[in-house]
């Protein structure tokens, strides 16, 4: 048996998105690459591994949805010479690998903003990512049946309202590349930071958010944004081994082995940051923090003033209250604790915050970095009543027990 | 293909500062002339107070007066857009001057409806079901409604000035515009109230009329709103 993992992950993305620009339906897509895969690993584990088996891919698949075409009474006569004819006009002479166009068209459509963000994200999994529904459902922890149907429903809303297989054009393109940008960074984020369950972190998402970012920066590379995001990503990512110890608990950054980071994605991640000069999102500012803390030699050798610096220019781009607690947080490194907890007080009463355990858990860390151990104790214990993964449960717990609580 | 744009916002009751209903006027005008070439039809409702709520079916149906309490947003006109796909009705929608102070849905159609000149008065019966049993086109539900739907037609005859199924809630749209800025929502304005599923345009003589007719539209409740007969459409 050979191993058709990594044919299957480099694959799948742009097979379905040349199926779905041929055949007009992201269905008939899905199903005909999915025999054709099928059919692969029959032919592949006898005859071996063709030349370009993306090409292989999407010619078999295309037969299949051929087959499934003429099969379907429905589709007889006229429409049926009238998609044929139209996909062996865009087929003909087209080296069908890799299809770029096709994947950015697929990543347009998936992150379309009529589509609500958890439809987004399951539906770029499914379809440019190639994760099977069960997978998703592991991997968001979900059941499969919502994620069955959400998908079902998603795709059902673009054939019914007529959502267009296509990169937008060049008016609509500052309105919609957030929505890609930011589905892109939801696969990282759900795999980065899991906000439940027993897992802190879940690799496959991860790896697929750097993936797609990388993806993404070839595919628009004059955005600045796309570059900024990718950077974001991999400066993050350059830290996921560290981030929790054996026991399964987080580790905060300060105590984290910089040893163990990892440097070659630090330095993909400054060279993308580097291409994202002039970019005029979020992303930017955030990947500017990310970068300060990948390269200072220590904790204590950290430049809050640069870090402070990125968390002003965020919240003038994108203000939120989770940026101005956590710039509370770099405040208190740069000008003192308890600066620190006065710049923490002026949005610890913001309603969107309530459910979170961020405000709770900067002021507990604030306190014990200022030696207000009572307090901090009393802050860590409110944090963790409050929603929160396994890991950082595990973590919390650990500070209670250090400030003698 | 052809959407179905419903614009949604507060009521407003008590005097009107003439002053901004002339300015709202002069926006919706500039709005048909730039999309005159999109818009299939479409009007202003008069208020709610004046529109009457028809449950029960052609077989017991109950007729209640408005206004209708329940919600804070009503509707308050609808379009028809013809758009190549759904990013060319939703640009369509942001324009509508309501998305700034309330939202407009957008449903794809799921027939093209054919535009007819209106004369006299007319009303629009929007067709609403419960959300959770939204009957899907194609489907043999769909298939026995429009049997009960061209029954119907026979009888209302030429006071059906227009009308068309609307696809199920989960394919709506909703547009909403704040500070310049256009969001939109998967999904109908309200989140579990009643969906509309389709609509007729019906042209009668008077009010008593108009509910006479609509009682005889196959649909679980329809809420019958006169036309301002303001758009000129």
Known sequence: MINLDGVFRREWGPAVAALARWSGDLDVAEDAVQEAFAEALRAWTRDGVPDRPGGWIVTV?????????????????????????????????????????DVLRMMFTCAHPALDGASQLALTLRLISGLTVPEIARALLQSEAAVGQRITRAKNKIRSANIPLRVPPVELLPE???????????????GYWSTAGPSAIRDELCDEGVRLGGELCGLMPDSRDAQALAALMLLHDSRRSTRVDESGALVPLDEQDRGHWDGGRIARGLARLRAAEGATGGYLPQAVIAAAHATAPSWADTDWALICAAYDRLIV????????????????FRDGF??????????????????????????????????????????????LALNGSEPAKAFLLRRVAECGG | MHYFALLLSPETDGPVD?????????????????????????????????????????????????????????????????????????????????????????????DAATPVPLEGA????????????????????????????????????????????????????????????????????????????????????????????????????????????????
Not at chain 2, 49 to 74: K, L, N, Q, Y
């Open chain 2, 122 to 233: 007319n009303w629009l019966a929007l067709l609403l079901e419960p959300p959770d049993r939204p009957v899907t086109p194609g489907s043999e539900q769909w298939q026995q409604g429009v049997a009960r739907h061209v029954e119907f037609g026979k009888a209302a005859g030429e006071h059906i000035r227009g009308g068309a199924g609307l696809h199920p809630p989960s394919t709506a749209t909703t547009v909403r515009v704040r500070d310049g800025k256009a969001t939109f929502t998967d999904g109908p304005y309200v989140e579990g109230a009643e969906v509309a599923n389709g609509y007729y345009v019906l042209s009668a003589s008077d009010r008593d009329e108009a509910v006479k007719i609509a009682s005889m539209i196959p649909a679980t409740s329809v809420e019958l709103r006169q036309l301002a007969g303001i758009s000129g459409l």
């Open chain 1, 176 to 190: 919609r590349t957030p929505h890609v940008l930011g589905c892109i960074y939801s696969v990282f984020t759900e």
């Open chain 1, 61 to 101: 698949a295309r037969n299949r949805a051929l087959d499934r075409f003429r099969r379907e009474s429905a589709r007889t006569g006229k429409e049926f010479a009238a998609v044929t004819e139209r996909g062996d006009a865009r087929m003909e002479g087209e080296d069908v690998h890799p299809v770029r166009d």
């Open chain 2, 18 to 110: 003439p002053e901004a209903q002339s300015a709202e006027m002069a926006a919706y005008q500039a709005f048909h002339a730039a999309a005159a070439s999109a818009i299939r039809g479409g009007d202003a409702l008069l208020p709610t107070a004046t529109g009457a709520r028809i449950t029960g079916g052609p077989d017991s149906p109950s007729v209640t007066d408005g206004p209708f309490a329940e919600s804070a947003e009503v509707a308050g006109g609808y379009y028809v857009f013809e758009a190549e796909n759904l990013d060319g009705a939703l640009e369509l929608a942001r324009q509508i001057p309501a998305a700034k102070y309330g939202g407009v849905e957008v449903w794809p159609m799921a």
């Open chain 1, 317 to 332: 781009v994108a203000d939120s209250p989770m940026a101005r607690a956590n710039r509370a947080l770099a405040v208190g």
């Open chain 1, 338 to 383: 308890e600066a620190g907890l006065a710049a923490l007080d002026e949005v610890a009463d913001d309603p969107r915050l309530a459910r979170s355990n961020t405000v709770a858990s900067i002021r507990a860390d604030l306190l014990r970095r200022a030696g207000r151990r009572q307090e901090a104790a009393e802050w860590y214990r409110r944090a």
